[in-house]
């Protein structure tokens, strides 16, 4: 499929037609296929934080006549690598609810995997270390989690966390679903002993990976020194 297809702009101008409450998994399959190579127009700024307060790059619906085209698949390198979501709106006047709304770990699992849900029919959660279990722990391979979504977690856990080291590995244990989950090394100590906190900390950075991930805190006792840093 081509990029800047306009067939596949009338294809989302169509859907976004769809009210949001009739809009079924067959509305997120068509979606899905016509928006990655769809020509869309963007703005100025083109980048703007959300009510979540992470980065999206913003793209419309064009209006009719000569514009400077963009795309998902045309902009997914740069949205990568600096750490920005993609929001997607209707038309031009940039209203105050996208259409769509894509977080950097949709973009990440299309990069991988070629899907914006890869695998999201078992979504990942935020398992516990089971006491006793036989866990491996190893660093996440580049197909996992390449460098440059390693680097941005990492920014985003120093200047909004004040992480100093923040670190990353991969856990296996037979007693979790799904069996492979990242760990992180934030802390309970880190928040006090308040779970709450901690939870949602690990919800921001839930925000850089696919679905499908299950994200872990560092437990109590644990060792870090074998992590891969988040440089």
């Known amino acids: 499929m081509p990029k800047f297809d306009l067939d596949q702009t009338a294809l989302l101008a169509d ?20 928006v990655p190579d769809a020509t869309l127009m963007s703005f100025q700024p083109q980048v703007n934080a959300g009510p979540d307060y992470f980065l999206y790059f913003h793209l419309a619906i064009p209006d009719p006549g000569p514009l400077t085209p963009f795309c998902v698949s045309h902009i997914l390198d740069f949205v990568l690598d600096n750490g920005f979501g993609i929001a997607i709106f209707g038309d031009s006047s940039r209203s105050p609810n996208p259409e769509w709304v894509f977080s950097y770990g949709d973009l990440l699992s299309f990069s991988l995997y070629g899907a914006f849900d ?33 680097t941005v977690i990492g920014r985003f856990l120093r200047e909004k966390f004040q992480h100093p080291d923040p670190r990353v590995a991969l856990i296996t244990d037979a007693h979790l679903q799904p069996e492979q989950n990242l760990m992180i090394n934030l802390t309970l100590a880190m928040y006090n002993g308040d779970d709450r906190k901690l939870r949602a900390a690990l919800g921001y950075v839930s925000w850089f990976l696919p679905q499908s991930y299950g994200l872990m805190p560092l437990p109590a006792g644990w060792s870090d020194s074998n992590f891969l840093a988040l440089a």
Do not use: I, M
């Open 15 to 34: 859907l976004f037609a769809v009210a949001r409450e009739n809009r079924d998994e067959r509305w997120k399959e068509r979606f899905y296929a016509a």
């Open 118 to 150: 890869a695998g999201s029919e078992h979504p990942g959660s935020t398992p516990e270390a089971a006491a006793g279990a036989q866990v491996l722990v190893a660093s996440p391979s580049e197909s996992y989690l390449p460098v440059r979504a390693r």
